[in-house]
């Protein structure tokens, strides 16, 4: 089953994803902040990272860019877990971060459990 | 003047009064008579108000040139007629010369009188006319320097900076609080070009803008500047072009505020909204989170009272949620953070997306969602995003509100220098007393119908903030059952600027 890095400062949060990957049997590792997310990335190679994007230590553009601009992680999958929500601001955060990022896909918190699969698989490719 | 003159006549032959006064009151005239110099002076002197005098020149006693000399003294307006025997040019040429206005030798048929006392009248008429114009006119232009200097005072004693260009963007008129604002000597700037005066860039170009504008529904822009400085001055900027009856632009009038202080409050106040939405926002999407977690049954089963619960639960922090979006919403706009990047946009495409984006939520209804463009349409100047804001909101507030089997439409059409932008729906429409609120922030329409409707009552608050920074503006049109229409007229993109 394939493996998939959550990283986000909000344990709650973190658990409550772990949850809904777990009911789809994901086999999911928890990160508590950007640095962690970092290294475990590196460790664990997971096949896709579900990525929070305001974190203090490190945020998920900084995790985002150093992995993405690694010839060794850079085809892992990243979904953007982003809070900046609402309409008018999401559109532009996507072309504006989203893009430059790098990152595969983004999904504001808080997410629909069957929405978040969907994009996973999308981004597994078993969509 | 023909009815009504009053005629003296001065000789000392009867036989000449009471031919003359015979003759001329039948043209409905009034003909006093004197049978000597001194009656007539004395008649004159009297204030009776002659406008014309028939004097003979031989007269026993005082002689008609003393007397005429003596009348121009009294008023040298009236005129006098000199009367003059046989072949005596020699003296009617010597009375005109003392300012007498005509003459007229014996012996005279009627008719002669009558021309020449009914020129004379006239010549009379018009005198006066010009008197009163050039009172009139002495008026007005003492009117006009009072009412200048007193423009002038207030201008110069305002708060407010004021600058007038003229159509050649000379500056006409400025006051000490606009040099002040501005950081110009205002001394350095009448008389100058806009251009050579060391003015903002932006509010140079409205104000030429100002000048080109034709027709322009939106005569007034009003925009900010930060005046950089060692302390940097921020300015609300109101430009208005002037026109004469026919249209055409005259000038332009500039009225600055200074805003600093607001300007430094506002940002005070954003940066605490934002602070505070966004410690709220994570720790209610968490909750959101988990209540979404649990309603799928991934904590375990869940009884059907519990889900009911749990449901509402999250309806609710949903709400919630949207409050605190809509709050950082506005507090970055308020932060000046939102219209930034100004492009030339293809409507049709915009609107397109839009409705792309909008039409699975509408369908989930039963709502039909059309777009019907009238091509082609000029490029809109605007932010993408934001404007794509707009009309997502517009047409997420039709959805709202439209119940199901309703249609939603938008409609974009080209409108002189504008592109006008309809968003009209068949849904519960709007009562007449909510109409001129529902713009303002936090409004909501409360009535039975919208009771189970989730809002915050920001968005339209946030839609005008977004068109008005786009120069545009946004209106609606209400029934209450009888669907709605909100209407945005954004400017076109100038050719120069496309």
């Known amino acids: ?74 085809n892992i999958p990243i979904l953007l877990l982003t809070a900046v929500v609402s309409k008018i601001p999401t559109t532009r955060y996507t072309q504006q971060m989203g893009l430059e990022t790098e990152a595969d896909d983004y999904i504001d918190k808080p997410v629909e459990p069957a929405e978040l699969v969907r994009r996973i698989e999308v981004l597994l490719g078993k969509a | 003047m023909a009815g009504g003159a009053r005629i003296l006549v001065v000789d000392d032959e009867q036989i000449m009064r009471d031919g003359c006064a015979r003759i001329l009151s039948k043209k409905d005239w009034e003909v006093v008579t004197a049978e000597s110099g001194e009656a007539g002076l004395e008649a004159i002197k009297g204030g009776d108000g002659f406008d014309v005098v028939l004097l003979d020149l031989m007269m026993p006693g005082i002689g008609g040139m003393e007397v005429l000399e003596a009348t121009q003294q009294v008023d040298p307006n009236l005129l006098v007629i000199v009367i003059t025997g046989y072949a005596t040019v020699e003296s009617a040429v010597e009375a005109m010369k003392k300012g007498a206005y005509d003459f007229i030798p014996k012996p005279f048929t009627p008719d002669q009188l009558r021309i020449i006392v009914n020129r004379a009248l006239e010549k009379r008429s018009l005198q006066r006319e010009m008197e009163l114009l050039k009172s009139e006119r002495e008026r007005s232009l003492r009117d006009i320097a009072t009412e200048k200097s007193r423009i002038a005072t207030i201008i110069n004693c305002m708060g407010d ?289 919208t009771r189970q409707i989730v809002g915050t009552g920001l968005g339209l608050s946030i839609v005008k903030h977004i068109v008005e920074a786009h120069l545009g503006t946004i209106s609606v049109e209400s029934e209450e059952g009888g669907g709605s229409t909100f209407t945005v007229v954004l400017p076109a993109a100038s050719v120069q600027s496309r």
């Open chain 2, 161 to 449: 900076g004021v600058m007038v260009c003229d159509r050649d963007s000379c500056v006409v008129l400025s006051n000490p609080a606009a040099g002040r604002m501005l950081g110009i000597q205002e001394s350095s700037m009448i008389g100058n070009p806009l251009s050579q005066c060391s003015i903002d860039g932006t509010l140079t170009e409205t104000i030429m803008e100002s000048l080109r504008s034709v027709d322009s529904p939106f005569p007034t822009v009003s925009q900010e500047l930060c005046v950089s400085g060692p302390t940097p001055v921020f300015l609300r900027a109101h430009t208005a072009p002037v026109r004469n009856d026919v249209g055409e632009t005259l000038g332009s009038v500039t009225v600055l505020q200074d805003i600093t202080g607001l300007k430094e409050l506002d940002s005070m106040k954003s940066d605490f909204v934002a602070m505070v939405s966004h410690e709220l926002r994570s720790p209610v999407a968490s909750i959101h989170q988990q209540l979404s977690v649990m309603l799928e049954g991934m904590a375990g089963d869940l009884t059907e009272r519990q889900l009911r619960m749990m449901r509402r639960a999250k309806e609710r922090a949903n709400g919630l949620l949207e409050l605190i979006n809509d709050l950082l919403d506005l507090s970055k706009i308020e932060a000046g953070m939102a219209v930034q990047y100004k492009e030339p946009l293809l409507m049709e495409e915009l609107l397109g997306r839009v409705r792309e984006l909008m039409l699975p939520e509408a369908e989930a209804k039963g709502l039909r969602l059309e777009l019907d463009v009238e091509p082609p349409l000029r490029l809109v100047k605007g932010d993408r995003n934001n404007l794509e804001g707009v009309f997502t909101n517009l047409v997420g507030n039709a959805i709202k509100y439209t119940p199901e089997g309703g249609e939603i439409t938008i409609r974009a059409t080209g409108e002189g220098e504008n592109v006008r932008i309809d968003v009209s729906d068949t849904g519960i429409g709007i009562a007449k007393q909510d109409l001129p609120r529902i713009f303002d922030r936090f409004y909501r329409v409360k009535s039975e119908k």
């Open chain 1, 1 to 74: 089953m394939s493996k998939i890095l959550i990283v986000d400062d909000d344990p709650d949060l973190v658990e409550a994803v772990t949850m809904i990957l777990e009911s789809k049997d994901y086999d999911v590792i928890a990160a508590y902040g950007g640095i962690e997310g970092l290294e475990k990335a590196k460790t664990e190679e997971p096949d896709l990272i579900v990525l929070d994007v305001m974190m203090p230590d490190k945020d998920g553009y900084a995790v985002c860019k150093e992995l993405k601009g690694d010839p060794k992680f850079g």
